[in-house]
Every structure is written in structure tokens, then in C-alpha cells.
């Protein structure tokens, strides 16, 4: 089942926009850990049932090195996502309702035009190392993110209508924010706000800040404290008795840099890794059915999608896109991919089962050969070259390619891969060019919708997608609007628009999936290792 607070409605003045209690993220945590299919653990189901045993470790790995302490070298990565969660709380989190359950703000007040927040923080705030923390960590955060020579992309979120939020100190525990309009894409920036330690960093230039040596000994405010860390190889941390919250039940955490997924396996199955990813059906296998260990399947909140491209040859007109994607038939693609709905289900659109304003009346393409084939005679397509790029970083986007390339070619297409590392990919993919016909993107979608349909804008980030300047002002009122059932509403319209496009696939909707030791439970509840206040060992 999947339970969705929606507390948010028309009646819900903009000053409680931010209220939330207890009992509404209790029930939105509910919705995160079930989904299309249900959140999935296999084996003998004993570790759930058990006692809970105080203490331990937990120790896994993770593929990217990790270099610097500072969270805003680390805030656009999955790995900073996850790890760097459990040391730096954010002013608030957002449910997948689009609640706030409040962290380190006591309160976040919006005036009724939107225009103009008020951060109080919690009282009894404490840095790692005893420490007050204050609204001047918030006003040094702030000025940091301002100076945009720093970190253009990060300052960029604090901006509506390309001008920086303004913002002053009104007492040691609240700040002033003020916006030239209102803007959802703002609060879920403001709320999501991390904030550095201004004692940390006394001694530092501003332009110094993120690469200076004092980020070895940065305190934090999360439920974890760093302990040590060595550059590239490991990251050690334990409780931070600081913490304001709730502390969990486990001593600490251990990242351990460990590039080879094989590796990884190999040290999980000898008992020195707390847990394994697992990203392929081959691998699931071996654990599945294993009374060894235990499997957990949950919504991470991720849309696989493809672009195609209206500035390249073949797919440059809306009947040529037509016919590449009347070709395809996603579920069998999702099927092909991944080999088990423990890993995915078919998208709908461009929105996640468990996500903010998921409609699950909204339909997807459908594959229809005859008019695929047609479409290909009328416009002299028979053999025409489809090139197709992946990031060669993400797991399962190769075997996704495989599959479109197989459905192309079956209809008369000459597909073609190419894998592309990380950064020649987001260059090809961010920039306007003619050097692909498809792209396949993964990206979050769980949050407020307002943060990512730039990706289905041309005049943003979807430089390679055709949309329409009826689309793009629709994703501006979408930002705009306050009224919860209006946007509601507004995003219904832009999809079903986006989708008359002829140019993004919503492909996947894809589940995290692990393999843990017998004796660690919570981790459906820990919102992919971002939380590890509730994962906890059994007896």
C-alpha cells in the first residue's frame, strides 16, 4: 500500500505552507518505504521480526572517491547525497508529499505573497564540537553561496528570476529571506539549505573556503561526527552527541572507496561490508532466495528517461521522432534492462510512483509498428543511422541502449551506442548539438516537480529536447503558483503537453535494491542510506 498526507490544499494559507507534526511525517516515512509493488525484502524475514540490538557499525562501500569534508564539494553527487546527509542536517526535509519535517528550523514562516521567509532555528542547536550554532552560520553560508566566481551551480538555486535572494539577521536564531517572487523551486532550496560552521573557517578567506585544510576538521550537525578520514580511501564516523534528535541505535558509520563493483562483492560476502548494492538480475540471483542474507527493494525516486534530439539528422522533425518512438515498446525495454521488478517498474511519466503529484491516470507512449513503419517510408528513414549516448557512469544504462538498439533495428534503424564518461557526456547532453539522435538521462524527481523540469525546457537544461514556448511557460507557473491543487493541475497539463512533443521517453521508475548482512534491519526506512539514525542491528 502507499500512504500519501496530503495536507497541502487550497485552504492552506502560505504562511503554514511549512507546518507540518509528527503524526504527517510518520505517514509521508510510510510512503517512502512502499510503492508500486511494495517494498520487497526477501529471505526469511527473521532480522525484521527480531530484537534490537544497541551499537555496531555499519560499513560499506561506494565507487567515487571522496575528497574533501565540505558538503558543497560534495552536494551534487549521489555520494553527497547520501553520505554527507547523516553529517550535515538541512534547515528542513521534505516528505514526498511535499510536507517539511523540520530539522535544525524550528519554524519557517512565508508571507502571503510568497516573496518573503522567516528561518527560526531550534533553540538548543550544537555543533559537533559544542559549538553554538546560530544565524550567523546561516549569514556565512549565505555570503559564500552569494559569491557565485565560487559555486555558480549551487549559488544558482538561490536565485529567482537570475536575482540572488536577499537576506538578513533579525536575532542569533532567525533570518530573513526575501525573493522577487514567489517561487516553490525557492522553498525547496531554503529548506534543503545546509549550513557550514562559520567557527570552522574564521581563519579562512571567503575564496578559500572550499579548499582549504580546515575542511579536515569541519564540525557538523547531523546525527554523525567525523572521527577520520583518509582522502580517497575512507571515511569513519560516530554519533554525534551534539545532535539535537534522535541519535539511532548504531555506534557509527564506515565508507570504505571501493571502485570494483566485484570487489565490493567479495568483501560484503567475507562479512567485512555491512551491505551490497546489487544493479543487475545476474547478481540479485545469487541472493534473492539466500537465507544468508537479506534483500531490500524500495522506491530511490529516480526517472530514466530518453531525449531525442530535433537538432539531428533523423530525428529533426516531429513525424521522425514519431517514428523512433512509436517503435518502441517500453515495458519490454524495463523488462530487458533490468530482468525484475525488484529493480524497476514501467514509468508513467515524467514523476515517480512515490513522488509529489504522481498521477497514475496519465499514460505513456504506446508502441504501434505499423504507423513506426510507415512514418519511416514517408519520410525516408529505412536504414537511417540512430545514435544513441549513455553516461557510462550509471548502472543499467548500457543494457537499457542495448534494448532500444535491438527494438530500432528490428523495424528497419541502424542504431548505433556510444559510451561516454561522465563528463564528455554532460557536455554532449547540457549543450546544444547534433552529435545524437538519443540520450538516455536518470535523475531525481522525488521532491517538488519545480526542480527539475528544466530538464523539459529548452531554453534550460534541455538544450536537446524539443519542447514549446506554450511548455515552458506552463513549467514557470508551475514555479509561480503557491495554490498546491492549481500546480497540481498545471503539472497534468505540461506532461500531457511534454508528451505531445514527441521528444522524452519516461522509460524507468527505478527502485534502489541491496543485499545486507542477516542481522542489519531499518534500511527501507533510511531513504537510501541518507539516514542512517534508522538502520540498527538485531539480536
Same mark, same amino acid.
Given at each position: 500500500?502507499?500512504?500519501?498526507?496530503?495536507?497541502?490544499?487550497? %485552504?492552506?494559507?502560505?504562511?503554514?505552507?511549512?507546518?507540518?507534526?509528527?503524526?504527517?511525517?510518520?505517514?509521508?516515512?510510510?510512503?517512502? !518505504?512502499?510503492?508500486?509493488?511494495?517494498?520487497?525484502?526477501?529471505?526469511?524475514?527473521?532480522?525484521?521480526?527480531?530484537?534490537?540490538? %544497541?551499537?555496531?557499525?555499519? =560499513?560499506?562501500? =561506494?565507487?567515487?572517491?571522496?575528497?574533501?569534508?565540505?558538503?558543497?564539494?560534495?552536494?551534487?553527487?549521489?555520494?553527497?547525497?547520501?553520505?554527507?546527509?547523516?553529517?550535515?542536517?538541512?534547515?528542513?526535509? @521534505?516528505?514526498?508529499?511535499?510536507?517539511?519535517?523540520?530539522?535544525?528550523?524550528?519554524?519557517?514562516?512565508?508571507?502571503?505573497?510568497?516573496?518573503?521567509?522567516?528561518?527560526?532555528? *531550534?533553540?538548543?542547536?550544537?555543533?559537533?564540537?559544542?559549538?553554538?550554532?546560530?544565524?550567523?552560520?546561516?549569514?556565512?553560508?549565505?555570503?559564500?553561496?552569494?559569491?557565485?566566481?565560487?559555486?555558480?551551480?549551487?549559488?544558482?538555486?538561490?536565485?529567482?528570476?537570475?536575482?540572488?535572494?536577499?537576506?538578513?539577521?533579525?536575532?542569533?536564531?532567525?533570518?530573513?529571506?526575501?525573493?522577487?517572487?514567489?517561487?516553490?523551486?525557492?522553498?525547496?532550496?531554503?529548506?534543503?539549505?545546509?549550513?557550514?560552521?562559520?567557527?570552522?573557517?574564521?581563519?579562512?578567506?571567503?575564496?578559500? =573556503?572550499?579548499?582549504?585544510?580546515?575542511?579536515?576538521?569541519?564540525?557538523?550537525? #547531523?546525527?554523525?561526527?567525523?572521527?577520520?578520514?583518509?582522502?580517497?580511501? /575512507?571515511?569513519?564516523?560516530?554519533?554525534? %552527541?551534539?545532535?539535537?534528535?534522535?541519535?539511532?541505535?548504531?555506534?557509527?558509520?564506515?565508507?570504505?572507496?571501493?571502485?570494483?563493483?566485484?570487489?565490493?562483492?567479495?568483501?560484503?560476502?567475507? #562479512?567485512?561490508?555491512?551491505?551490497?548494492?546489487?544493479?543487475?538480475?545476474?547478481?540479485?540471483?545469487?541472493?534473492?532466495?539466500?537465507?544468508?542474507?537479506?534483500?531490500?527493494?524500495?522506491?530511490?525516486?529516480?526517472?530514466?528517461?530518453?531525449?531525442?534530439?530535433?537538432?539531428?539528422?533523423?530525428?529533426?522533425?516531429?513525424?521522425?521522432?514519431?517514428?523512433?518512438?512509436?517503435?518502441?515498446?517500453?515495458?519490454?525495454?524495463?523488462?530487458?534492462?533490468?530482468?525484475?521488478?525488484?529493480?524497476?517498474?514501467?514509468?508513467?511519466?515524467? *514523476?515517480?510512483?512515490?513522488?509529489?503529484?504522481?498521477?497514475?491516470?496519465?499514460?505513456?507512449?504506446?508502441?504501434?509498428?505499423?504507423?513506426?513503419? /510507415?512514418?519511416?517510408?514517408?519520410?525516408?528513414?529505412?536504414?537511417?543511422?540512430?545514435?544513441?549516448?549513455? +553516461?557510462?557512469?550509471? =548502472?543499467?544504462?548500457? %543494457?537499457? $541502449? !542495448?534494448?532500444?538498439?535491438?527494438?530500432?533495428?528490428?523495424?528497419?534503424?541502424?542504431?548505433?551506442?556510444?559510451?561516454?564518461?561522465?563528463?564528455?557526456?554532460?557536455?554532449?547532453?547540457?549543450?546544444?548539438?547534433?552529435?545524437?539522435?538519443?540520450?538516455?538521462?536518470?535523475?531525481?524527481?522525488?521532491?517538488?516537480?519545480?526542480?527539475?523540469?528544466?530538464? @523539459?525546457?529548452?531554453? /534550460?537544461?534541455?538544450?536537446?529536447?524539443?519542447?514549446?514556448?506554450?511548455?515552458?511557460?506552463?513549467?514557470?507557473?508551475?514555479?509561480?503558483?503557491?495554490?498546491?491543487?492549481?500546480?497540481?493541475?498545471?503539472?497534468?497539463?505540461?506532461?500531457?503537453?511534454?508528451?505531445?512533443?514527441?521528444? $522524452?521517453?519516461?522509460?524507468?521508475?527505478? +527502485?534502489?535494491?541491496?543485499?545486507?548482512?542477516?542481522?542489519?534491519?531499518?534500511?527501507?526506512?533510511?531513504?537510501?542510506?541518507?539516514?542512517?539514525?534508522?538502520?540498527?542491528?538485531?539480536?
Amino acid at each position: 500500500m502507499s500512504v500519501n498526507f496530503n495536507y497541502v490544499g487550497p %485552504e492552506v494559507s502560505r504562511r503554514d505552507f511549512f507546518k507540518i507534526g509528527a503524526a504527517a511525517a510518520a505517514l509521508a516515512a510510510l510512503g517512502i !518505504t512502499t510503492g508500486c509493488s511494495g517494498d520487497k525484502t526477501s529471505g526469511s524475514g527473521a532480522a525484521v521480526q527480531a530484537k534490537i540490538k %544497541e551499537g555496531g557499525k555499519v =560499513v560499506y562501500a =561506494v565507487e567515487e572517491p571522496i575528497t574533501s569534508l565540505n558538503y558543497y564539494n560534495n552536494s551534487d553527487t549521489d555520494l553527497g547525497k547520501q553520505v554527507f546527509a547523516n553529517l550535515f542536517a538541512p534547515l528542513c526535509k @521534505f516528505n514526498v508529499d511535499g510536507s517539511a519535517d523540520y530539522r535544525l528550523a524550528k519554524d519557517i514562516k512565508i508571507s502571503d505573497d510568497g516573496t518573503t521567509y522567516t528561518v527560526t532555528l *531550534r533553540d538548543d542547536l550544537k555543533w559537533s564540537d559544542g559549538e553554538k550554532l546560530t544565524s550567523d552560520d546561516i549569514i556565512f553560508t549565505m555570503d559564500l553561496l552569494a559569491n557565485e566566481q565560487l559555486k555558480p551551480q549551487t549559488s544558482s538555486a538561490y536565485k529567482v528570476d537570475k536575482k540572488f535572494c536577499e537576506y538578513k539577521k533579525t536575532s542569533d536564531t532567525e533570518v530573513e529571506f526575501t525573493i522577487v517572487r514567489s517561487s516553490n523551486l525557492f522553498r525547496k532550496a531554503l529548506g534543503s539549505l545546509i549550513i557550514l560552521p562559520a567557527h570552522t573557517f574564521k581563519d579562512v578567506d571567503q575564496a578559500d =573556503v572550499y579548499t582549504s585544510p580546515a575542511n579536515d576538521k569541519i564540525a557538523t550537525s #547531523g546525527a554523525y561526527k567525523i572521527d577520520t578520514f583518509s582522502t580517497g580511501e /575512507k571515511l569513519v564516523c560516530s554519533k554525534n %552527541e551534539n545532535y539535537y534528535g534522535d541519535k539511532g541505535h548504531i555506534d557509527g558509520f564506515e565508507v570504505n572507496v571501493v571502485s570494483d563493483a566485484s570487489t565490493q562483492e567479495i568483501a560484503f560476502q567475507n #562479512g567485512e561490508f555491512s551491505l551490497f548494492t546489487i544493479s543487475n538480475s545476474e547478481t540479485l540471483a545469487n541472493y534473492k532466495n539466500n537465507d544468508k542474507y537479506n534483500v531490500v527493494s524500495y522506491p530511490d525516486g529516480r526517472i530514466t528517461f530518453m531525449e531525442i534530439n530535433p537538432n539531428a539528422s533523423n530525428t529533426d522533425s516531429m513525424d521522425k521522432r514519431k517514428a523512433v518512438i512509436d517503435a518502441l515498446n517500453i515495458d519490454e525495454l524495463v523488462y530487458g534492462t533490468y530482468g525484475d521488478e525488484l529493480f524497476s517498474r514501467s514509468a508513467k511519466s515524467i *514523476r515517480p510512483k512515490d513522488s509529489m503529484f504522481y498521477n497514475d491516470d496519465i499514460k505513456n507512449y504506446t508502441q504501434n509498428l505499423d504507423e513506426a513503419k /510507415k512514418l519511416m517510408k514517408e519520410n525516408n528513414l529505412e536504414g537511417a543511422k540512430i545514435n544513441i549516448i549513455f +553516461n557510462s557512469a550509471r =548502472v543499467g544504462q548500457e %543494457e537499457l $541502449c !542495448t534494448m532500444i538498439k535491438s527494438q530500432l533495428d528490428a523495424v528497419g534503424f541502424d542504431a548505433q551506442i556510444n559510451s561516454m564518461e561522465t563528463a564528455a557526456y554532460f557536455k554532449s547532453y547540457f549543450y546544444p548539438t547534433d552529435s545524437f539522435n538519443i540520450s538516455i538521462m536518470a535523475n531525481e524527481m522525488i521532491g517538488d516537480p519545480s526542480s527539475s523540469v528544466g530538464l @523539459f525546457n529548452n531554453t /534550460k537544461s534541455g538544450k536537446n529536447m524539443y519542447t514549446t514556448e506554450k511548455l515552458n511557460s506552463m513549467w514557470d507557473d508551475l514555479d509561480k503558483e503557491m495554490d498546491q491543487s492549481k500546480r497540481q493541475q498545471i503539472l497534468n497539463d505540461a506532461i500531457e503537453e511534454l508528451h505531445n512533443c514527441w521528444s $522524452c521517453v519516461p522509460v524507468c521508475d527505478t +527502485n534502489y535494491v541491496c543485499a545486507t548482512q542477516k542481522n542489519l534491519a531499518g534500511l527501507e526506512n533510511s531513504d537510501r542510506l541518507s539516514d542512517l539514525t534508522k538502520v540498527y542491528f538485531t539480536e
